[in-house]
């Protein structure tokens, strides 16, 4: 898996793991690929922010 995640890809492969997915499976599938995305960014934030010995 490579980050950060493509979120079409990442939600319709959610929804075809579901049988019968509805619009509260999507709206998990884009909530938990937005979460993914922000820690990833987050902490590629947080290794350039510290310092090199």
Do not use: C, H
């Not at 493509?6 to 619009?23: C, G, K, T, Y």
């Not at 599938?29 to 090199?52: D, H, P």
Request: proline content about 4%; hydrophobic content about 40%; cysteine-free.
């Amino acid at each position: 898996m490579t980050f950060p995640l493509n979120e079409q890809v990442f939600i319709d492969r959610w929804l075809s793991a579901l049988n019968e997915p509805d619009e509260g499976d999507r709206e998990q599938a884009e909530a938990t690929v937005q979460a993914i995305n922000r820690t990833y960014y987050a902490g590629f934030e947080a290794g350039r922010k510290e310092i090199a010995i």
